[in-house]
């Protein structure tokens, strides 16, 4: 697919290929690091080419100031069963630093929302740390609404190991 052009001078925003695979990486890395989660990345290049890129799992959206990578946006198709109908979920959306300030992050999101329409899904949702406060502020101010009432629960490693041998009989 080719890259769109944006209100932004200079920003353009494009579907990543297989080839991004390390640039993707990079900015989970960096995204893990600023939120003090980087002990928990294990992904690699060759895990996003096999399972985003080669079974379908997961796509990510690259935007690129003046021919530069500046950030990342990484999401996947979700379900609504109240609805009855698809929605995307954004996992990471990320903006490097010195480009942060210039509305790419916003740019990016909205360029989603109209993928999430173009697509006929109806949901577009992501999560957000409850201490970052300047992206939230943005959210709302964008028109996201926070679910009330839900949080997000994990199981994982050993507590998914253990767990799912229950079913055994």
Request: include cysteine; charge should be negative; glycine fraction near 8%.
């Amino acid at each position: 697919m080719r890259a769109i052009e944006t209100k932004i001078s200079d920003f353009k925003i494009r579907f990543a290929e297989k080839k991004d695979s390390e640039l993707i990486v990079k900015y989970i890395r960096d995204l893990a690091t600023y939120e003090n989660e980087l002990d928990q990345v294990s992904v690699t290049p060759e895990t996003l080419e096999k399972y985003m890129f080669d079974q379908g799992g997961a796509e990510a959206l690259i935007g690129e100031w003046k021919g530069n990578p500046v950030g990342f946006a990484f999401f996947h198709n979700s379900f609504s069963t109240f609805l009855g109908k698809p929605g995307i979920a954004l996992v990471d959306l990320y903006i490097e630093p010195q480009a942060r300030g210039n509305g790419f992050g916003k740019a990016m999101l909205s360029y989603l929302g109209h993928i999430v329409k173009e697509r006929g899904c109806e949901r577009l949702e992501w999560w957000c740390h409850d201490w970052n406060k300047t992206a939230i502020e943005r959210y709302v101010n964008w028109g996201a609404a926070m679910v009330e009432h839900i949080r997000v629960y994990r199981m994982a490693g050993k507590n998914l190991e253990g767990f799912s041998e229950e079913y055994k009989e």
